[in-house]
């Protein structure tokens, strides 16, 4: 029978694509990991990897048993969220991952009540934009991600994950105070760096309204893009999530065409079912269900 641990590696050098990258997620050095998975070829008896260039590349061999790998550990994520929904008190360690306007507004109020209700639950929590977080949430990093998706912008779905639609946040033209429409197509824009969602989608819409944008400025922080619309240096696309619990301090418009981004979570299949992951999806769509952005 071989070793589920190094199997685990080798599913994670799948995953993270180099053997450093791999020890640093599991605070292994390089060495040991390099050590291990030649064990492991042992065992197996056919070569598990094959060099190219500076970096080791998979063979068909090791692809098979990274894919009963998976297997084996989402019976074992499953396993654990049936003995800890056996259990009277929701305990252990919960990693969750969610992008900025999220972190802002419905985090903090989801994990006060998290605290109060499920005070032996441990709760980790870190901000990134979707790709990361959905790559990490594969990698076995988090347990649970919150998620946005921007209009004709659609993120990746992959079958192992389980996914729950959220909200609808409805999108906006901001612009400083005063500022009329026929005024918008010669003003500056703030957008997300080239690449990202969020980018093509303002791009997209620009140009679908009849004008090239004038992108003189990139944020992937909305509070910076805010406060270039505050000072009067551009005009940006916003999310009304941003205004929770905010005063409105710009002119907002709405799009000649209704607009919003989804919200969603997503977690393993097998870790999906688990009372810590259920409870923080409960928690989470209370906060939604209380919000009362400032329009």
Not at 36 to 58: A, D, F, K, N
Not at 179 to 186: D, F, T, V, Y
Not at 255 to 282: C, N, Y
Request: hydrophobic share 40%; aromatic share 8%.
């Amino acid at each position: 029978m071989f070793d589920l641990h190094r199997l685990r590696l080798l599913r994670e050098l799948s995953q993270r694509g180099t053997l450093a990258a791999v020890a640093q997620a599991l605070n292994y050095s390089p060495s040991s990991v390099s050590q291990q998975l030649s064990l492991l070829e042992t065992e197996v008896g056919v070569p598990l990897l094959e060099p190219v260039g500076r970096r080791v590349r998979l063979t068909p061999q090791a692809e098979i048993l990274v894919r009963h790998t998976e297997e084996v550990l989402a019976r074992l994520e499953q396993a654990e969220s049936e003995v800890a929904a056996s259990l009277h008190e929701i305990t252990g360690t919960l990693r969750v991952a969610t992008f900025q306007t999220a972190a802002l507004a419905l985090i903090p109020e989801t994990l006060a009540r998290m605290r109060d209700e499920h005070p032996s639950l441990r709760i980790e929590f870190q901000v990134l934009d979707p790709a990361e977080a959905l790559s990490g949430l594969n990698a076995r990093d988090f347990d649970l991600v919150f998620l946005e998706e921007w209009p004709d912008q659609p993120e990746p779905r992959f079958a192992g994950l389980e996914y729950r639609e959220l909200y609808r946040d409805p999108i906006r033209l901001a612009v400083p105070r005063g500022l009329s429409m026929a005024e918008i197509g010669s003003q500056p824009w703030i957008m997300e760096p080239a690449g990202y969602p969020q980018r093509t989608y303002n791009v997209n819409w620009c140009r679908r309204n009849g004008y090239e944008p004038d992108v003189r400025f990139s944020s992937t922080d909305v509070l910076v893009k805010l406060r270039f619309v505050e000072r009067g240096l551009a005009v940006s696309l916003l999310p009304d999530l941003v205004w929770y619990e905010r005063e409105v301090t710009v002119d907002l418009h709405e799009l000649p065409v209704s607009q919003s981004r989804l919200l969603f979570t997503a977690a393993r299949a097998g870790r999906g079912q688990h009372p810590a992951v259920q409870a923080f999806r409960e928690a989470l769509a209370l906060s939604v269900a209380l919000l009362q952005p400032q329009r």
